[in-house]
């Protein structure tokens, strides 16, 4: 992952996983994908223990973070990424297939979320770098 940034409906942008997001984005030859994305420095809970966090600490792990695996489908004549998402840390997209606007060129693949997979109007867009086998 070499960005993760947010428009928002009324233009703003933001950098809800940080100015240097954390990911990485695996795509097998049948479609299979598991795709991470992370907050550096997330703080850590301080008991040490998983389920013994606070609110705030259950907070900063989950919205520091989004992950989802399933089926992809690349529509190159229409520019179109068609994740169908099995499992998601956001629970309400499993199940969902949503599709997605990219480009790729120079190695770099930029593909925007919809507007409405956030529900609030804000259009989030990952830039990815492939790496050399």
Known sequence: MTAAYEVTANGTRTMNFGEHP?????VDQEGRYSLQI??????????GDKTRGTP?????????SSTH???VVIDPVRNKLIFRIDT??????????????????????TY??????????????????????
């Open 22 to 26: 954390e990911g990485l984005l695996m």
């Open 38 to 47: 992370f907050r550096p420095n997330r703080p850590k809970f301080a008991s």
């Open 56 to 64: 705030g600490e259950y907070r900063e792990a989950v919205l520091g």
């Open 69 to 71: 695996t399933g089926n």
């Open 88 to 109: 998601a840390s956001y629970p309400n997209w499993e199940g969902d297939e949503q599709v997605r606007d990219y480009t790729y060129k120079d190695n770099i693949l």
């Open 112 to 133: 925007s979320v919809p507007a409405s997979a956030s529900g609030n109007g804000t259009v989030a867009y990952s830039v990815w770098r492939h790496m050399p086998e």
